[in-house]
């Protein structure tokens, strides 16, 4: 009798937390689909704390840190201070790439990105980012999680956790081709927030994203309904083996699984399709055999369709901007990969007008040094106190620079974004208050921003 | 006593560290969070901040002891004091005027007037530290470096419960918290959760019956048949190999097969079965090849245990190869057996813990005195000669071979020599022979050709008739040579190869190693000496003679008793593996940005007790633990223990735990009775053979099915068995001690669709089938089979109304029953009980 009071209370306060509990998870209630779907999912979408400006977001990782000198932040000292020495053997180094004011903003893009020059009206550069730590993996998982040192949820995860989504039959979180290192599954795991709001995989940063085939998407044996009959049963023993610990959430997210899994195999190849785009298409996201903007293109034409078909958080990941050394070749390299693809991405959204109500987010874990240890002066290193990240689409202003670093680009001096800040901003435009937005785990109320987070409301269109 | 005062204060400082981040965010820090950081964030921090070069007046408002201690001038911010505090009469515009260019307005001043007078609320202290170098001065001591204790086993209030010193300290702190610890397992959950933890697969159902039907406790019986049977080391070796980031191949961008890694994988199984001490089995690993050897198969056994130095993933692609082995070798070294992130310190001091780059250096100048064979370059030798160089031979005198193959080689170099000319002469004598030599070559020299072709040859020039007969030489010569070199070829081809090992050797000469500045090769800093961690004190020193590696000496540093990491490190990670989470859960990192201990007496306890009392018998330690009331509770939930401890840091509970992909993929093929409980020849990689992922590789092999135990899958890095990958399995790039737990549609998608699945459930429907005619017999059989345990009279209700209904929809009669039956397995392999042990 006690067990059953504290099962209950559980239960309730899930409910009026407002993220319903898992809808096949009451024994014997539900025993069939039809019964099943009239109870809430935890997946099922949620009214905001107030109105978003975003109902969905797209992440354009840039793996590595790319160089806010060679992009979006010019560096007029700092070319001219070329060679100069700085701390120990290092020396500066001069940004590679011409610079222009573009479209009406005249925001400044270098040519190193001459795409999405040509959408800088829709960004909203931030150029004051700064984080905690200057390492690859911490960095990254604190960039995806705001933390390094402990498992936390991931951004995806807590959006799905306070927004829900809106497709039941697709994933409410994708993450394409991401790293198995860096902190792996981590960037898109759930942690403590229960395992379905964690992100689905696709591919890998191995795996070219159209050699992504969704294994096992088909049964060979059974059909639809034979099959159905079968997930009823395999549903029902879940549901048996849920009550002997209710408050694990974990066999929820079997059950929960299962049933995604099961609408998947029907869905998830109708939007994986690329072959009804038209060409025009295609080739605006650089999509072709053999072009080295053909992997991202497609990543980011994904996103679009996934975004159109309800998905409510996807991740495209680009391999790694890490050059320490081969700067030049490398970033010329990387953005020939990247620029074309997320220039579409935000030129489709726009035309399809998504892109109101689309927050993308572009950028890396860190960004790197105004200095060098190469001799040959091409190469820069990792700086997490001062870097470049863009904002585009829902609730930001258009055509802004917001924040600088210092004259050469060591440090965030004006218009400081700590990356703290920046997640609490992402939840801001997507309707969440970062402060609000709580689980209680192990007797705390834990937030994305931990103890901290200051929405920037410059940015704020 | 003393000591251990110490050691406990030090404990309890690192806990409070760890809970730091627990605290609530009040309404003062919110306040400051609102309302102070922000105007100090925008108006200050740009002269007065830790990131400034030169913060002015030497004030940094950017950390709390930064304003309070304040600058030249005195401390900003004196909590409740607005008159001592000078940032107010600062931003008051009293004396100083801050900031400069315009006053605060009125509004954010009565902030700061009240945020002062309400005592400065201040949390910044959780804040990281920001990416300057850290003061380890300051730093207080790592609890993970000091001495192990041997503390007093607590005294408890319910004695009937502890049944030894481990219950013990488990149930002294569950007792101090007001909590009970759960009831003990049912029979049935507590043989399936010891057989998996013990040798990773599920009882059968002999197991199963003889075990819940005995009147009398078996439970030490059963330990003692699991500790002592083969599939232990399976299951433990390949906790070990997650550990030491074991695989088949390069990974990296060039993803070269390595053929020989499983020498060591079979080693680590054969180690755990045979309860090699661990000090030994950390020994042997570091520097096997250097112990003296009793007989030719331990001095084998001693140098494939090296290959822990050369099974790491290799870039094979350019950059610094060599420096990045040794990187590769001192983290996996550091990071197995200390559970220390050493490898940070490789271009700067670390940035938590006490080690020096100096310490990194010391430690890699050891590993820089060694040869690593591995296999090479991209391009794998076939010559034994080339082979020699990059892979090392087991036999102990390869002498006889290469003089049996230089011999060959020689042979048949001496035949091509009398070939290549030969092939020469016939070539130009080819071109003068007339239109239709063919026929007339047989009769020039035989007389046997036919009298036509005589007639023929005696038409032809004199020129032409010579030019045929000495054609007709040259050809039977080289026709002679050719045979002699077939048969030598065939004798190369027959010499046996030696067999071939990864594993290291030292070097004729040894050398200190300069601080690369900053990682980078070739900008020497200071040399230090070979040596270890400085920040690990031990009674015995252990001097590196000159023209020594060293590597004896670091292993005889690690497996001293006394070393701090090792003995905690190994006894924490055996109980994760049988309670799902370390005592320090960051089994891996024991440095400050690690967890600290949920019980630091128990650890040191039970780490002291590995050394002293079990002699670093593993398995004595496993034995201990899973023979304690505390392993064998239940792990049933209630209201008490969940409302306090939800996350199970006290143990009130047994926790519940999913199977790792092995353990997952071995039960579905015990059930099936596919699974070949043999250990196979090899890997899979021989049979492809040498090359490159997606270049030049066969992956026929990989594709039949493999009915072994999953430790024995292939593991190609770039590449790895679809089951395993799609389950967690670690990056094996990378040591890894914990594996993450994801519940993700692919899964699902697996467990329903895959072949692999649905051949196991067709399998298993057979031997169901087979066991009887009655549906209730056989639904029984089945639940024993996939579940280890009697189905409730629900299930077996539900079951038989499940079959009745699918036969209806299934119009072919003569698979039907099969159908429906390998439908009701399938869906016991897909349920969630199949993956979770209770």
Redesign the interface.
């Known amino acids: 009798m006690n067990k059953q009071h504290f099962l209950t209370s559980r239960r309730s306060a899930l409910k009026s937390a407002g993220c319903g509990f898992g809808y096949l998870a009451f024994a014997g209630l539900a025993q069939s689909e039809a019964a099943a779907s009239k109870a809430v999912s935890p997946l099922a979408p949620k009214p905001p704390h107030f109105p978003a400006r975003a109902k969905r977001l797209i992440f354009l990782h840039m793996r590595g840190g790319p160089s806010a000198m060679e992009t979006f932040e010019p560096k007029p000292e700092l070319d001219r201070r070329s060679g100069e020495k700085t701390r120990g053997n290092r020396w500066l180094t001069p940004s590679h790439w011409a610079w222009k004011r573009r479209g009406e903003s005249g925001l400044w893009v270098s040519d190193l990105f001459l795409h999405q020059a040509e959408v800088a009206d829709e960004l909203c550069v931030l150029s004051g980012m700064h984080t905690d730590i200057s390492n690859h993996t911490p960095a990254m998982l604190q960039l995806h999680t705001g933390s390094f040192q402990f498992t936390r949820p991931s951004l995806g995860s807590w959006v799905l956790y306070g927004l829900g989504t809106e497709n039941s039959d697709l994933p409410g979180f994708v993450s394409l081709c991401p790293p198995a290192i860096n902190g792996g599954a981590n960037n898109y795991g759930s942690a403590f927030l229960p395992a379905v709001y964690q992100g689905v995989s696709v591919a890998d940063i191995k795996t070219p994203i159209k050699d992504a085939r969704i294994r096992n998407l088909e049964n060979t044996r059974l059909n639809s309904d034979e099959q159905r009959q079968q997930l009823d049963l395999v549903q029902s023993m879940n549901r048996r083996f849920a009550e002997r610990d209710p408050e694990d959430t974990r066999v929820d997210g079997v059950i929960e699984s299962y049933e995604r899994a099961f609408r998947m195999q029907s869905a998830m190849p109708k939007v994986m399709d690329l072959s009804k785009e038209s060409r025009s298409t295609l080739d605006m996201y650089g999509i072709g055999d053999g072009r080295p903007s053909d992997n991202f293109g497609r990543q980011c034409l994904l996103a679009r369709r996934m975004i159109e078909s309800g998905v409510r958080h996807v991740e495209c990941c680009d391999e790694f901007w890490d050059q320490h050394r081969a700067l030049k070749k490398g970033h010329e390299d990387r953005a020939a990969a990247v620029d074309q693809g997320t220039a579409a991405l935000i030129r489709d959204l726009r035309q399809r007008g998504l892109l109101d109500e689309t927050l993308v987010v572009w950028g890396g874990e860190f960004g790197r040094t105004p200095d060098t240890s190469k001799k040959d002066l091409d190469g820069r290193d990792h700086n997490a106190n001062g870097y470049t990240m863009w904002l585009a689409g829902g609730g930001v202003k258009r055509g802004l620079q917001h924040g600088a670093t210092d004259e050469l680009g060591f440090k965030a001096v004006d218009g400081r974004v700590h990356l703290h800040d920046l997640h609490a901003t992402i939840l801001h435009l997507m309707g969440l208050d970062h402060l609000g937005l709580t689980y209680r785990y192990a007797g705390r109320d834990f937030r994305l921003t931990d103890v901290h987070g200051r929405v920037v409301d410059e940015v704020l269109a | 006593m003393l000591n251990l005062q110490k050691h406990l204060r030090t404990l309890s400082f690192a806990i409070a560290v760890a809970g730091l981040?627990?605290v609530?965010?009040d309404d003062d820090?919110?306040f400051f969070?609102n309302n102070i950081?922000?105007v100090l964030?925008d108006y200050c921090?740009?002269c007065h901040s830790s990131?400034s070069d030169e913060p002015a007046g030497g004030l940094q408002l950017d950390t709390k002891i930064g304003i309070r201690t304040g600058g030249e001038t005195g401390p900003a911010v004196v909590p409740m004091d607005l008159q001592e505090s000078l940032l107010l009469s600062a931003i008051e515009y009293r004396d100083l005027e801050m900031p400069p260019d315009e006053k605060l307005d009125d509004e954010i001043i009565a902030d700061f007037r009240q945020w002062i007078k309400k005592g400065a609320s201040d949390?910044r202290d959780?804040?990281?530290?920001?990416?300057t170098e850290s003061d380890p001065v300051a730093a207080p001591p790592l609890w993970s470096v000091q001495p192990v204790q041997n503390p007093q086993v607590p005294v408890v209030e319910n004695h009937s419960w502890p049944v030894s010193g481990l219950d013990q300290f488990i149930l002294a702190r569950l007792e101090s918290s007001g909590l009970t610890p759960a009831v003990p397992a049912t029979k049935e959950i507590l043989l399936r959760r010891l057989s998996f933890d013990l040798i990773g697969l599920p009882p059968s159902v002999d197991e199963f019956q003889s075990f819940t039907s005995s009147a009398d406790d078996t439970y030490p019986a059963q330990v003692e048949r699991l500790l002592d049977s083969p599939q232990f080391g399976e299951r433990w070796g390949r906790h070990w190999l997650d550990v030491v980031r074991y695989g088949e191949s390069t990974g990296s961008s060039r993803d070269v097969l390595m053929l020989y890694s499983w020498r060591y994988r079979d080693y680590v199984i054969d180690a755990y079965n045979s309860d090699m001490p661990y000090d030994q089995f950390v020994q042997q690993q570091i520097a096997g090849d250097l112990l003296s050897s009793a007989d030719d198969e331990s001095r084998r056994r001693n140098l494939i245990a090296t290959g822990l130095l050369a099974i790491g993933s290799k870039s094979l692609n350019g950059g610094n190869l060599e420096l990045d082995i040794v990187d590769d070798q001192v983290d996996v070294i550091s990071k197995a057996f200390m559970g220390f992130t050493v490898a940070?310190a490789r271009c700067h001091d670390h940035?938590f813990d006490p080690i020096p780059t100096a310490d990194y250096y010391a430690m890699a100048g050891i590993f820089r005195n060694v040869d690593t064979f591995y296999g090479g370059s991209t391009r794998r030798p076939t010559t034994l000669k080339d082979q020699l160089k990059v892979y090392l031979p087991l036999t102990e005198d390869v002498t006889e071979l290469t003089s049996q193959v230089d011999q060959l080689n020689k042979q048949s170099a001496a035949i091509q020599k009398k070939i290549t000319p030969l092939d020469k002469r016939s070539k130009s004598l080819k071109k003068q022979l007339p239109d239709n030599w063919k026929p007339l070559l047989a009769s020039i020299d035989t007389d046997e050709g036919a009298k036509s072709n005589v007639e023929a040859v005696e038409t032809l020039s004199a020129k032409a008739q010579k030019a045929l007969r000495q054609y007709g030489d040259v050809q039977k010569q080289l026709s002679v040579l050719k045979k002699e070199l077939s048969v030598v070829q065939a004798q190369q081809a027959d010499v046996p190869r030696p067999e071939f090992a990864f594993a290291v050797q030292d070097r004729k000469k040894s050398q200190d190693w300069p601080i690369q500045?900053?990682g980078?090769k070739g900008?020497n800093g200071d040399t230090p000496p070979r040596g270890f961690l400085s920040c690990v004190e031990l009674s015995d020193e252990f001097p590196i003679p000159v023209e020594q590696s060293g590597r004896m000496q670091l292993a005889q540093w690690m497996t001293h008793p006394n070393h701090p990491l090792t003995s905690r490190v190994v006894v924490n990670r055996v109980w994760q593996h049988l309670f799902g989470r370390g005592l320090v859960e960051s089994v891996n990192n024991f440095g400050r940005?690690g967890s600290a201990p949920t019980h630091p007496l128990l650890l040191d306890w039970m780490a002291h007790r590995f050394v002293h009392q079990h002699k670093w018998s593993v398995k004595s330690l496993i034995r201990e633990i899973v023979l304690s009331r505390t392993y064998q509770m239940s792990?049933?939930?209630?209201?008490e223990g969940?409302?306090q401890?939800?996350?199970n840091?006290l143990l009130w509970r047994a926790n519940?735990r999913?199977l790792e992909a092995e353990a997952l993929r071995d039960a579905m093929l015990a059930a099936s009775g596919q699974l070949k409980s043999e250990r196979p020849a090899g890997s899979l990689v021989q049979q492809v053979g040498e090359g490159e992922v997606g270049r030049n590789i066969d992956a026929q092999p990989l594709g039949q099915p493999f009915p072994h135990r999953s430790v024995y899958l292939p593991i190609i890095r770039?590449m790895l068995p679809?089951m395993l990958k799609i389950f967690?399995f670690p990056?094996p790039?990378?040591p890894s001690g914990q594996r993450?737990?994801?519940?993700?549609?692919?899964?699902?998608?697996?467990l329903?669709?895959?072949?692999f699945v649905?051949q196991q459930a067709g399998a298993i429907a057979a031997r169901v089938m087979e066991s009887s005619s009655d549906n209730g017999d056989r639904i029984r059989f089945a639940w024993l089979m996939c579940l280890g345990r009697e189905p409730?009279s629900?299930?077996i209700e539900?079951?038989t109304q499940?079959l009745d209904?699918?036969s209806i929809?299934?119009s072919d009669d003569s698979t039907r029953n099969v159908?429906v039956w390998?439908?009701?397995c399938?869906?016991?392999l897909?349920?969630?009980?199949f993956?979770?042990i209770?």
């Not at chain 2, 792990?635 to 209201?639: D, L, Q, R």
């Not at chain 2, 993450?740 to 697996?750: D, K, R």
């Open positions: 981040t627990l609530n965010a820090v919110e969070e950081r922000p964030v921090y740009k990131d949390p959780d804040d990281m530290p920001h990416d940070c940035k500045v900053r980078e900008k940005s792990s049933a939930n209630n209201e969940w409302g401890d939800p996350s840091q519940r999913r770039g679809e967690d990056e790039s990378n993450t737990v994801t519940n993700v549609p692919t899964q699902s998608l697996f329903m669709n895959s072949e649905q409730a629900g299930e539900e079951t499940f209904r699918l929809s299934i159908q390998q439908t009701v399938q869906s016991l897909a349920s969630a009980e993956r979770f209770d």
